[in-house]
């Protein structure tokens, strides 16, 4: 008989992108996954099919895209840390889903590998629908990787993040990264930090579901442990009785906004590349900033002072070191594999629209490092 493989396959391994996700989720202690078939993502489920029961955990493919969120919020509410993984046209049906896991504060993790419109090529279109999709004032925090060791690490971010903040958080993946492979290190399992969601300290008569301590994040039970809580999407109040009364909808409302708005410098990740003296900034994210590196690299070879800036967390937008390098440059090439959607964010954030140049391709492909560095040469003229 075979011997299954531990939860952590700690080593060095050349792995798809995919692959590399359900181990990120695996190392990160997931124990459900619900999905349904759909291209680029079709990998993810199948490794999950493979490696929940070697862990002890659960698999279901669901009858669909909707089946799947309200099976990972369930599981998730009866303890489990659970995830799914789904494509952009599966996003789309999810978005009823992910609007109740936020306003029933509910801890999961949803890998949505973009892909252009009916076709399996690469593209950043979801950028936006990431942040707004769900209905209701709500935030988002989404992760963008940008290779296949990053799939692995944002993964198991991804996961730390939602027990910590209680709430969904999505890994936005691309069909590059997805379906490539690279180079993945996987730590011992004592090197990997692993945060459990906030449990009740008191008995189930004393709990009070929904207030929260100086982090805004109240404490969550399981289901079947005694203690009594209700999980909607209508107002509620701190004992999770539903009324409709203004100022408890603003309060419920701000404080779950509040998780995220008040702990941006926790949640909010980016990398810097040759800014201290940069006349001209890259702004780039996931698969883009692996060819605006390579252009930043071959710009400073031929003496032009430029820098990039990668965001790893595009949601809630990096808006601190955003301004700071856009304060410092005399221009900002905002770099992006669509028509331009989150120059939007640039520009609001402090940058002059004059002063911000969209460098974008809408063409199912990534930008070559060619002409990320033709786009360098004319902004410096």
């Known amino acids: 008989m075979e011997k299954k493989r531990g939860r952590v396959l700690t080593g060095t391994h050349f792995m798809l992108g995919n692959y590399a996700a359900v181990e990120g989720a695996l190392a990160a202690g997931c124990d459900f996954f619900a999905g349904y078939p759909i291209t680029p993502a079709n990998e993810v ?8 029961p070697e862990v002890g955990g659960k698999f279901l493919q669901g009858e669909d895209e909707l089946c799947s969120i309200y099976a990972v919020t ?12 789904t494509a952009s046209a599966g996003y789309n049906y999810m978005q009823e889903g992910i609007e109740y896991a936020v306003s029933g504060e509910i801890p999961c993790v949803i890998l949505d590998v973009q892909r252009v419109r009916g076709e399996n090529f690469a593209t950043q279109a979801d950028i936006m629908q990431a942040r707004w999709g769900a209905a209701g004032d709500h935030e988002m925090i989404v992760l963008a990787p940008s290779s296949v060791q990053e799939l692995f690490d944002q993964t198991v971010r991804a996961f730390n993040l939602a027990e910590k903040y209680r709430m969904p958080v999505v890994v936005l993946s691309e069909t590059t990264i997805a379906l490539m492979r690279e180079k993945l290190v996987i730590p011992e399992p004592g090197a990997i930090e692993i945060i459990n969601r906030k449990r009740p300290e008191g008995p189930p008569g004393e709990f009070v579901p929904f207030k929260a301590g100086p982090n805004d994040v109240p404490a969550l039970p399981k289901f079947g442990e005694g203690y009594r809580i209700l999980h909607s999407i209508n107002p509620h109040d701190e004992w999770g009785g539903i009324q409709w009364d203004p100022d408890v909808f603003e309060k419920m409302v701000d404080r779950i906004l509040g998780k995220v708005t008040a702990h941006r410098d926790d949640i909010v990740q980016t990398e810097g590349f040759f800014l201290d003296d940069a006349k001209t900034v890259l702004i780039a994210y996931g698969s883009e900033s692996r060819p605006a590196l390579g252009a930043v690299k071959e710009a400073r070879a031929n003496g032009i002072k430029v820098g990039l800036l990668k965001l790893v967390t595009v949601w809630p937008v990096p808006d601190k070191e955003i301004r700071a390098v856009a304060e410092k440059a005399d221009k900002v090439l905002a770099v992006e594999m669509n028509v331009g959607r989150y120059a939007y964010e640039i520009e609001r954030i402090g940058c002059d629209a004059s002063k911000v140049v969209r460098v974008t391709k809408n063409r199912g492909l990534v930008h070559t490092t060619q002409e990320i560095y033709q786009a360098i040469e004319e902004a410096t003229r």
């Open 45 to 52: 489920s199948e490794r999950m099919a493979e490696r929940m």
């Open 74 to 85: 369930g599981a998730s509410l009866a303890g489990a840390k659970a995830m799914t993984a």
